[in-house]
């Protein structure tokens, strides 16, 4: 259906009219012009004929050009059919470490070895995929945290601008508390712009996946979980790293522990205290088993929204009137031209 934004500018159509009715028409003096020799009066008789002929259609184009121009103003759309958008009621933020021990190879896709980052890239990319109906948002994190993508049902640019964060981009350490502040104001500031209705219950979530300590950050992690907790924000903490890893060195080939540095404790206590789940990630295939279980979380329903695809149509009879403005401008032209050669 054809639905007009601003109707109240069809009223503007009668103007032309009060305008010529209010204000003085403009004086001709192309009758005071002198007609010599005698044969010109028959000649001019037919360049009044065509000149009145070639009034009346710039008359009738002005018309139409200027009813134009105002069905344009009004702003005028194509509605299509409504169509609903399944709505979850869930807000799901993922928070991704970015710190230089990211950046240990001790995951493997389809067997080639490849760093922490790339698995998480690799796995959350098919949970982000999945999650049809959420809001989702991403933060990275280091030394700082960053808000890469706030909410959105955009899965398809929280996936791409995920894929093209990288190691150290955050800096070399880690700030888990802050990455949990910045979680807890984002959802605050989505409380009160999004819901209005009070009474619907909104699932708050983040997923923090790390492979350390907090080293870092004006915010202790665990006060950062109080704050979250007293907004019934949920927490799911993922430790990443393999338990053992061989490495080569000076000495030749000797086994290493890459996740010594992860504090477990802390992301145990994180978690419990929003009423989360820590989980421990050393594998890929790990990694997918807990991104298959978050995707269990039961949503909380509420209604559906209505979406109805718009397309304008403004061009279309600004387009023809600015042509039939043209036309009016060249017939003027034409009549000058034959007025000037008359009288010279």
Do not use: C
Request: glycine letters at 6%; zero cysteines; aromatic letters at 10%.
């Amino acid at each position: 259906m054809i639905h007009f934004e601003w109707p109240w500018l069809f009223l503007t159509l009668p103007l032309p009219l009060l305008i010529r009715y209010f204000l003085p028409p403009i004086t001709s003096f192309e009758n005071a012009a002198l007609r010599v020799p005698f044969i010109e009066d028959f000649k001019s008789l037919t360049q009044e004929n065509l000149q009145a002929t070639r009034k009346r259609w710039t008359l009738w184009l002005a018309t139409l050009a200027w009813i134009l121009l105002v069905i344009a103003a009004s702003r005028p759309q194509w509605w299509g059919e409504p169509i609903e958008l399944p709505i979850t009621g869930r807000d799901l933020m993922i928070a991704v470490d970015l710190s230089g021990s990211m950046q240990y190879e001790d995951f493997q896709i389809k067997d080639q070895v490849v760093d922490r980052l790339t698995a998480i890239k690799w796995v959350a990319g098919q949970f982000i995929e999945r999650r049809v109906g959420d809001r989702l948002g991403l933060i990275l994190f280091g030394e700082q945290a960053y808000l890469q993508v706030p909410l959105t049902f955009d899965r398809q640019t929280v996936r791409t601008l995920l894929n093209e964060s990288a190691i150290g981009l955050a800096g070399q350490k880690t700030a888990i508390g802050d990455a949990i502040g910045l979680a807890v104001k984002r959802f605050l500031h989505s409380k009160s712009s999004k819901n209005k209705n009070k009474n619907i219950n909104k699932s708050w979530v983040l997923i923090l996946l790390t492979d350390g300590a907090n080293t870092a950050g004006n915010i202790e992690p665990l006060k950062a979980a109080e704050l979250a907790a007293e907004e019934g924000l949920k927490i799911y903490t993922i430790g990443i790293g393999a338990d053992e890893m061989v490495v080569r060195d000076f000495f030749g080939m000797r086994r290493i522990n890459p996740s010594a540095d992860l504090d477990e404790k802390a992301l145990k206590q994180i978690a419990e205290k929003t009423g989360g789940r820590y989980f421990r990630a050393r594998d890929t295939a790990e990694l997918e088993k807990i991104y298959a279980l978050l995707d269990k979380l039961e949503p909380i329903q509420e209604d559906n929204l209505v979406f109805r695809p718009t397309k304008a149509l403004y061009p279309w009879p600004l387009g023809i009137a600015l042509l039939l403005s043209s036309i009016i401008i060249i017939f003027q032209t034409i009549g000058t031209t034959g007025i000037s050669y008359k009288n010279g």
